[in-house]
């Protein structure tokens, strides 16, 4: 059974830098042509996609976030984390990982977490 | 950067057949999939690769892709159908995801 489990504080101060966590089971982040994404949804908000990382270690972020936002991962541990600094209150939402497969041309997201809601307010 | 558009907003009345699409600059050319989102929950992937529905998706969700526009349809829609739903593609190595749509089953 594949699940994933997002961790991480529920409340940041603008200026700061978030750390979220995503602990997953039921599969291994060193498989071939799977990964794990961070995706985020505003209150109210679209999806947005923030970045993911690969077995290989291959990595990509968001165009407009890249300089913010660094995703790694801890194999023997089962985890991805994802950093993001000088957050922002704009940066209010709900923080999703998911795990990516990689098919082709395609990327597309099987399984997701809960979701954890972040809020940026001082 | 590459940009997918839907509707915001699709109605339908139940037992009827719901179309929602999704454009983007030749889009055909990419590989297109589509989530469902119920207020409070998480994403659920209902479509990809185009047209292929994961395990445990109902038969009635079908999906197509062919140049400029991905469509999801929902055959004999039902009232467990209203939801958010969104496409989604690959560009280059990032992700990208169209800004959703609201299916109202009425």
Same mark, same amino acid.
């Given at each position: 059974?594949?699940?994933?489990?997002?961790?991480?504080?529920?409340?940041?101060?603008?200026?700061?830098?978030?750390?979220?966590?995503?602990?997953?089971?039921?599969?291994?982040?060193?498989?071939?042509?799977?990964?794990?994404?961070?995706?985020?949804?505003?209150?109210?908000?679209?999806?947005?996609?923030?970045?993911?990382?690969?077995?290989?270690?291959?990595?990509?972020?968001?165009?407009?976030?890249?300089?913010?936002?660094?995703?790694?991962?801890?194999?023997?541990?089962?985890?991805?984390?994802?950093?993001?600094?000088?957050?922002?209150?704009?940066?209010?939402?709900?923080?999703?990982?998911?795990?990516?497969?990689?098919?082709?041309?395609?990327?597309?997201?099987?399984?997701?977490?809960?979701?954890?809601?972040?809020?940026?307010?001082? | 950067?590459?940009?997918?558009?839907?509707?915001?907003?699709?109605?339908?009345?139940? =037992?009827? /057949? %719901?179309?929602? *699409?999704? !454009? #983007?600059?030749?889009?055909? $050319?990419?590989?297109?999939?589509?989530? &469902?989102?119920?207020?409070?929950?998480?994403?659920?992937?209902?479509?990809?690769?185009?047209?292929?529905?994961?395990?445990?998706?109902?038969?009635?969700?079908?999906?197509?892709?062919? =140049?400029? /526009? %991905?469509?999801? *349809?929902? !055959? #004999?829609?039902?009232?467990? $159908?209203?939801?958010?739903?969104?496409? &989604?593609?690959?560009?280059?190595?990032?992700?990208?995801?169209?800004?959703?749509?609201?299916?109202?089953?009425?």
């Amino acid at each position: 059974q594949v699940t994933l489990k997002e961790s991480g504080p529920v409340l940041v101060k603008p200026t700061e830098t978030l750390t979220l966590t995503c602990t997953v089971s039921g599969f291994s982040l060193s498989n071939a042509r799977m990964g794990v994404s961070w995706i985020r949804q505003p209150p109210g908000k679209a999806l947005e996609w923030l970045a993911h990382i690969f077995s290989n270690d291959e990595k990509s972020y968001r165009t407009s976030l890249k300089t913010s936002l660094t995703i790694s991962k801890d194999t023997s541990k089962s985890q991805v984390v994802l950093t993001m600094t000088n957050m922002d209150p704009v940066d209010t939402a709900t923080y999703y990982c998911a795990r990516t497969r990689i098919y082709s041309s395609s990327y597309y997201f099987d399984y997701w977490g809960q979701g954890t809601l972040v809020t940026v307010s001082s | 950067s590459y940009e997918l558009t839907q509707p915001p907003s699709v109605s339908v009345s139940p =037992g009827q /057949t %719901a179309s929602i *699409t999704c !454009s #983007g600059d030749n889009l055909g $050319d990419k590989s297109a999939c589509w989530y &469902q989102q119920k207020p409070g929950q998480s994403p659920v992937l209902v479509i990809y690769q185009d047209s292929k529905r994961p395990s445990g998706i109902p038969e009635r969700f079908s999906g197509s892709n062919s =140049g400029n /526009t %991905a469509t999801l *349809t929902i !055959s #004999g829609t039902q009232a467990m $159908d209203e939801a958010d739903y969104y496409c &989604q593609a690959r560009d280059s190595s990032t992700v990208v995801f169209g800004g959703g749509t609201k299916l109202t089953v009425l």
